[in-house]
């Protein structure tokens, strides 16, 4: 039952959701074709109604122009040049059989008006012989062949309104124009040659001429703008574009209308005359037939969907509680049970505006663990996985009731400590970093984790959350550069020092595309007899400019970046390479690579130095790999597993920066060392300080006792030199004897012609 009742209001949505989707299809099939058949049917009617419209005036027309051939006849037998009122009542007469005529008109050929039944006699008439438009109209009326000639719109002088002229020429027997008879159709008023049509309101009914006038339109609300111009409407564009097109549909904007300027219509072409008759009618008409004869089934729809609605919001009213419910899951880390990114925000977004009303400090310290890939990649995901979970639970433990921990991802975690001035900030995060002193029981294992913080004050370091969080990440990764497992508080120079970084990051791996990397070699000489035995391979970066980087800025950015492991794998082969040239050409040397924290920690590590021997032919006891003191204690088990797979290839360990790190004796003979090197910071002040030759003596010792090789670093001076071999070192380098050297350079000055190949230990 419980099941059935949390199961219901998702069934509910669901098939109210469906009923909608297949709802609104079926209305959408339906109202679609709906559209198309009111489109069809709308259409047809236009066509037809725009074939009879172009019959019908036709027939008017050809109706008028026959009967003016009689009454030309019959006016030959007057002489209406000199007395053309004898015509006058033949003219009325003829006017009152045609309703749809205004005015009947005699012209001579050379454009003079003699008679105007819309003039009273011994009324001066207009004198068209000097007007060069009109002469050109009755040129073309004296020069048609035809029965008669339709002339476009104009504004009559004598009956004063817009008509269209219908001219007939009467001519002699030989052909030779006497005069031409014109009957006046006016435009103001609706004629018989517009039959009425079953037409929707807002319609226009008219006629176009061929070159784009409008012959006649009903209605033309303002006759001076609808005559005597060029058409601005669809038909007369579509008509330009396609001058061969008889009949048709058209559809566009009509900038004469005031409202619903978009336009659908027909035309047709007039049967013996270059005019389309069109009828046209609004855009909307279709919408309106189609929604009368489907809003019965829309609505029918609605109710439906408001009735299943309603039902709906009832059961969704009931389920609130339960969805807010989840809001607040979806805002939690399902690993750790602390805020997630989503939520994170949400909550400093809350503090912060507290903060701002309250005038009180808030501070967010941002923690990141230090190398947790290689606990994933090492113990597997899993492991990791209790591992971030032991973490929260430890340091929930050292916070405050109102202090809020989130992870926002992967291994990184923000707290946000409200009231917190800059000090107490410092102070909990020593605190929390002093949570990782003690290993973390994690699958039945101990591991050892360390984290990195940083940390941004509200307001001194930003307002708002975006602020904050890209201030601490800031000093979080300047905590990483310090060397991890520290805390920084953010400064300014801090973005500029990471963006610097990130530029440096880029132009590494410009400077990996275009080879600008080559290896100098440092000398280790021994002691006493100055002869040269190994040399240790430094990377250097030369840029285009000739000018060489500083390896302690780049070598950090690469291994933070990553591009080490990229870097160390050139530095092996290449110094691989040069190991066997040397041996070549008879001076077999040992080479000494050192292997990056990051680099030591890459699984296929071994896998890469097998392969650097195997190409380039380098027998393994003239490679020898350095590792720093540090980094052979930071994971001591895994430490000693990768050293073992070197010495079963051949290759020689050294231990780099020895006395500096914190090893474990214990350790420390179980490590398959062969040699121990000397830090710097002891062989400076061996021959002056008492304290630094006993470190150095209890080194050589060490090494004695573990049947390990020692090599001094740093060695500048020739006291610092006799003070090494009295207290019993063998091997050394510095600037004391040379600078790192490029092969050639090298080669020249420490290397004898000998013949053969010659061992050297």
């Known amino acids: 039952m419980p099941s059935t009742e949390s199961n219901f209001p998702l069934v509910l949505r669901l ?19 709906s559209w198309q058949r009111e489109t069809r049917e709308i259409n047809s009617n236009l066509q037809i109604q725009a074939g009879f419209l172009a019959s019908a005036s036709q027939a008017v027309f050809d109706n008028l122009g026959n009967g003016l051939t009689p009454l030309g006849d019959l006016l030959q037998t007057i002489n209406i040049h000199a007395h053309p009122e004898l015509a006058r009542a033949h003219l009325e007469k003829f006017q009152s059989r045609f309703p749809e005529v205004g005015s009947m008109a005699v012209i001579s050929p050379d454009g003079l008006m003699l008679i105007n039944t819309a003039s009273a006699p011994g009324v001066v008439l207009p004198d068209f012989r000097k007007d ?212 994170a925000d949400e909550k400093l977004e809350q503090q912060l505006q507290r903060a701002t009303e309250s005038s009180r400090p808030l501070a967010l310290l941002y923690l990141d663990l230090d190398r947790f890939k290689d606990i994933n990649d090492t113990h597997g995901h899993s492991a990791g996985d209790e591992l971030l979970a032991e973490v929260v639970r430890r340091l929930e433990t050292h916070l405050r009731q109102g202090d809020m921990l989130a992870r926002l991802g992967g291994d990184e975690f923000i707290v946000a400590l409200p009231g917190a001035s800059p000090e107490t900030a410092k102070l909990t995060a020593e605190r929390l970093i002093n949570t990782f002193s003690a290993p973390f029981q994690v699958h039945g294992k101990k591991l050892q984790a360390s984290c990195s913080i940083g940390a941004a004050v509200f307001p001194e370091h930003g307002k708002t959350r975006e602020e904050l969080l890209k201030c601490a990440d800031t000093a979080m990764y300047e905590a990483k550069r310090a060397g991890r497992n520290c805390f920084a508080m953010y400064e300014t120079h801090f973005g500029a020092t990471r963006q610097r970084r990130l530029a440096l990051k880029e132009q590494l791996q410009l400077a990996l595309e275009k080879n600008q990397f080559l290896l100098h070699y440092q000398p280790i000489l021994d002691l006493k007899s100055r002869r040269i035995v190994a040399a240790e391979a430094l990377l250097r970066w030369e840029d285009e400019t000739g000018r060489q980087q500083s390896a302690a800025e780049f070598i950090s950015v690469a291994e933070e970046s990553g591009l080490i492991l990229t870097l160390g794998e050139w530095v092996l082969n290449q110094a691989c390479e040069q190991a066997q040239a040397w041996t070549n050409a008879g001076f077999p040397i040992r080479i000494a690579v050192n292997l990056s924290p990051r680099q030591f920690r890459a699984t296929d590590l071994v896998d890469q130095v097998r392969s650097a021997l195997q190409r380039t032919g380098l027998a393994p006891s003239l490679l020898e790999l350095e590792i720093t003191e540090s980094t052979a204690m930071d994971d001591p088990e895994s430490s000693i597993r990768v050293l073992t797979e070197f010495k079963r290839l051949g290759v020689s360990i050294a231990i780099d920066d020895f006395g500096t790190g914190y090893s474990s004796l214990s350790y420390l003979k179980r490590i398959p060392a062969d040699k121990l090197k000397i830090d710097k910071s002891f062989v400076d002040g061996v021959a002056t300080k008492l304290e630094d030759a006993a470190i150095v003596r209890s080194v050589l010792a060490l090494a004695a006792s573990f049947e390990m090789e020692t090599v001094a670093e740093g060695i500048e001076e020739e006291a610092q030199m006799q003070a090494l071999i009295e207290l019993g070192c063998n091997y050394g380098q510095g600037y004391l004897f040379s600078r790192p050297l490029t092969p050639q350079v090298l080669t020249q000055t420490f290397f004898e012609p000998v013949s053969g190949n010659k061992e050297v230990s």
């Not at 098939?15 to 074709?33: D, E, H, K, N, R």
């Not at 007369?236 to 619903?260: C, I, N, Q, V």
């Not at 005359?273 to 609505?299: E, H, K, M, Q």
């Open 15 to 33: 098939t109210f959701l469906a009923s909608i989707i297949l709802g609104t299809i079926a209305m959408g099939v339906a109202g679609y074709w």
């Open 132 to 343: 060069g438009v009109y002469l050109d109209q009755l040129k073309s009326s004296l020069n048609n062949k035809g029965p008669y000639m339709l002339g476009p719109p104009e504004y009559g002088k004598v009956l004063k309104q817009w008509r269209f002229p219908l001219r007939y020429t009467v001519r002699d027997e030989r052909g030779i124009p006497l005069f031409v008879l014109q009957a006046a159709i006016p435009l103001e008023q609706r004629g018989i040659y517009l039959y009425d049509l079953p037409l929707p309101p807002s319609s226009f009914i008219g006629l176009l001429r061929e070159d784009g006038l409008q012959q006649a339109r009903w209605p033309a609300a303002n006759p001076d703008t609808t005559y005597g111009h060029q058409s601005p409407g669809p038909l007369a564009k579509m008509l330009r574009a396609h001058p061969e097109l008889k009949e048709g549909l058209f559809s566009g904007y009509s900038p004469w209308t005031a409202a619903d300027k978009q336009r659908i219509g027909a035309f047709k072409r007039l049967a013996h005359l270059p005019i389309y008759a069109y009828v046209g009618i609004p855009g909307s008409y279709i919408y309106d037939r189609w929604w009368r004869n489907n809003a019965v089934t829309l609505g029918a729809f609605l109710l439906y969907l408001a009735v299943f609605s309603y039902v709906a919001r009832r059961v969704t009213q009931r389920e609130r509680i339960h969805s807010s419910a989840l809001h607040g899951l979806a805002r939690l880390d399902n690993l750790t049970g602390t805020p997630n990114r989503t939520g």
